[in-house]
C-alpha cells in the first residue's frame, strides 16, 4: 500500500512539476499573440496616420502651387504666383518741392518767376510679369511736367512691355524713356539733383512711343539697343496719340562696363555713344522744333521765331557720356548735340546746339555710390540712434546755340530767333545736399545759378532803326533755392 500510495503520489508531484511550466508557457503565448495584435494595430494606425501626413503634404504642395503670394516691403506692394512667373506690384513716387527764385524773367507779372510749392511727380505705378517673361509697366502722371515740349499737369509717362526672351534680346514696346540718355534713363527717384541737366532736359528725348531691340552680353558689362520711333523735339514728351509725322526716328546705344564684378577701382566705370536719327518737316500750326528751358525749369532762354520758322529735314542727336562710382564717391558726365535742319521760308540752315553737363557727389556717411540711388547704412530714427545717410552734389553744365540761328541785319533779324530776347548761352553751376533718411525717404537741398550769354533786351524786340541788335546786354542770372521731400516706394 505504501508503495502504491508513494507511486501514486510520485505520479501526481510528477505532474505537477510538469503541469506548472506548460501552464505558464500557455499563458506567455496568449500574452504574446495579444502583444501581436496590439502591434499589428498599432502599426495599421501608424500606416495610417502616416498616409495621412503623405496626403496632408501633397494638398499643402498642392495648394502651394496655386496660391498667391502677398508682398509688402519697402520695395512695393503686390501679388505673386506660387511659382513666380506671374505677378503685379504697386509702386508710386510722390515729390513735393518748395521753389524760390530771384532776379530772372520770367513768368510772374513783375517779370520774375513765381516762387511756392509745387508737386513735381506724383507717379502711382503698376508694374509685374506674366508668364516669367512678359513685363509690363504703367505710370501716370498728376504732377506738373517741366519738359521742353509741354507744360501738362497730367498724363501718361510709361506705359509699355517688355519681353525678355533672353537676357542678351529683350523686346520693349510702347512709351518709354528711348535708350539714348544717360542721366535720363535714371529713375526720376534716384536722380542726385531735383531737376535734370540741359543735355537730359533741353537736347535728348524724354520719353517717345515706339519699339526697342536691346540686351545684356560678356555677362552684363555691355548693354546694347536699337529702337524705331515716332520722333519727339529736343527734350520732348510725345503724346499716346497716332503721328502725324511720317518719317520716324531711328535710335541706337551701347554702353560698356567692362571692369563690372572685379576688384579694380575701375569696376564702377561705365562708359558708351547714343545717337538718333530722324526727319520732321515743320510748318506754321506745328513747327517741329523745341524751346530750351533755363536750369530752374520755368521759363525758356531760347525759343524760335513763331510762326515763321520750322523744322525742315534731317535731325541728328548724338551723346557720349560716362559714369565712375567708387566707394562713397560718384560722377556722371555726359555731351549732347542736336544738328537740325531748319528754314524760315526764304533761307535753309542745319543749326547744331549742344549742351553738357559733369556732377559729382560724396556720401557722408560711408555707403557706396550708385547710379541706382542710395541705401543708408542706419535709417533715421528719432531717438538718435540713426541719422540716415548724407550726401553732398556739385554740378556744372551749360546749353549753347548756334550763331546762326542770331543772324541779323543792321535793322532787322535775320536768323531763326531775336537775339534781344533769346540768350545763344545758359551756363549753370549748382550745390546741394541730400539727406536719405531711410530707403524711401529723402529730403533735398539745392541752390542753383545760371548766367546768360545775351537775351537781355526783350522790352526792345519789337523796336527797329539802326543799333537795334547792338550791345545787347545778357540775361539777368537765374537764382533757384529748391527743397524737396520724396517719397518713393
Known amino acids: 500500500m505504501q508503495f502504491k500510495f508513494t507511486k501514486f503520489a510520485t505520479v501526481l508531484l510528477a505532474s505537477g512539476i510538469i ?43 498642392a495648394a502651394k502651387k496655386t496660391t498667391p503670394v502677398v508682398k509688402a516691403s519697402e520695395n512695393g506692394f503686390g501679388f505673386e504666383s506660387a511659382d513666380g512667373k506671374n505677378s503685379i506690384k504697386f509702386k508710386g513716387l510722390l515729390q513735393i518741392d518748395n521753389r524760390n527764385y530771384s532776379n530772372v524773367n520770367g513768368l510772374g507779372s513783375d517779370g520774375k518767376n513765381i516762387s511756392g510749392f509745387d ?33 501738362s499737369t497730367s498724363g501718361i509717362v510709361d506705359a509699355y ?85 511720317v518719317d520716324k526716328e531711328y535710335a541706337a546705344r551701347i554702353f560698356a562696363i567692362p571692369f ?28 517741329g522744333l523745341p524751346g530750351y528751358k533755363t536750369a530752374g525749369q520755368e521759363s525758356s532762354f531760347f525759343a524760335y521765331t513763331t510762326s515763321t520758322v520750322f523744322a525742315n529735314g534731317a535731325r541728328d542727336r548724338i551723346s557720349p557720356q560716362a559714369y565712375y562710382y567708387y566707394g ?30 559733369i556732377a559729382g557727389s560724396y556720401l557722408l556717411t560711408g555707403e557706396d555710390a550708385s547710379f541706382k540711388g542710395v541705401k543708408p547704412k542706419q535709417i533715421f530714427n528719432t531717438d538718435g540712434n540713426g541719422w540716415g545717410a548724407w550726401e553732398l552734389v556739385a554740378r556744372y553744365q551749360e546749353n549753347n546755340i548756334d550763331s546762326k540761328a542770331f543772324q541779323t541785319s543792321a535793322t532787322v533779324a535775320t536768323g531763326y530767333a531775336d537775339p534781344r530776347n533769346n540768350a545763344s548761352a545758359a551756363k549753370s553751376w549748382a550745390a546741394g545736399i541730400n539727406w536719405y533718411l531711410n530707403q524711401n525717404v529723402k529730403v533735398v537741398l539745392n541752390y542753383e545759378q545760371t548766367s546768360f550769354v545775351g537775351g537781355g533786351q526783350a522790352n526792345a524786340a519789337g523796336s527797329a532803326g539802326a543799333g537795334a541788335f547792338t550791345n545787347i546786354a545778357d540775361r539777368p542770372d537765374e537764382k533757384a533755392l529748391f527743397t524737396r521731400l520724396q517719397l518713393s516706394y
Open 328 to 357: 562713397p564717391f560718384g560722377v556722371i558726365t555726359e555731351y549732347a548735340r542736336v544738328s537740325q535742319d531748319v528754314t524760315n521760308g526764304t533761307k535753309f540752315d542745319k543749326l547744331d546746339n549742344d549742351a553738357w553737363q
Open 119 to 151: 508737386f513735381r511727380r506724383i507717379r502711382p505705378t503698376i508694374e509685374g510679369t506674366v508668364f516669367g517673361k512678359y513685363d509690363f509697366r504703367f505710370t501716370p502722371e498728376f504732377g506738373e511736367a517741366k519738359t521742353a515740349s509741354t507744360t
Open 19 to 61: 503541469s506548472l511550466p506548460l501552464a505558464a508557457h500557455a499563458n506567455d503565448s496568449s500574452e504574446l499573440e495579444e502583444l501581436r495584435a496590439l502591434v499589428q494595430q498599432l502599426d495599421q494606425k501608424v500606416k495610417v496616420l502616416a498616409r495621412q501626413g503623405e496626403i496632408s503634404s501633397e494638398e499643402a504642395v
Open 260 to 287: 563690372k564684378d572685379s576688384d579694380s577701382v575701375l569696376a564702377g566705370l561705365g562708359f558708351g555713344l547714343a545717337a538718333t536719327h530722324g526727319n520732321f518737316k515743320g510748318s506754321s500750326t506745328a513747327s
Open 161 to 245: 512691355i517688355d519681353a525678355r526672351f533672353q537676357p542678351s534680346f529683350k523686346v520693349r514696346a510702347g512709351k518709354f524713356k528711348p535708350f539714348v540718355g544717360l542721366e535720363r534713363l535714371q529713375s526720376g527717384s534716384d536722380i542726385k539733383f531735383i531737376e535734370r541737366s540741359y543735355v537730359s532736359n533741353n537736347i535728348l528725348p524724354n520719353r517717345d512711343l515706339g519699339a526697342a531691340i536691346h540686351g545684356d552680353i560678356l555677362d552684363g558689362k555691355l548693354n546694347y539697343s536699337v529702337g524705331i520711333y515716332n520722333g519727339v523735339v529736343d527734350g520732348g514728351d510725345i503724346t499716346t496719340v497716332q503721328d502725324t509725322n
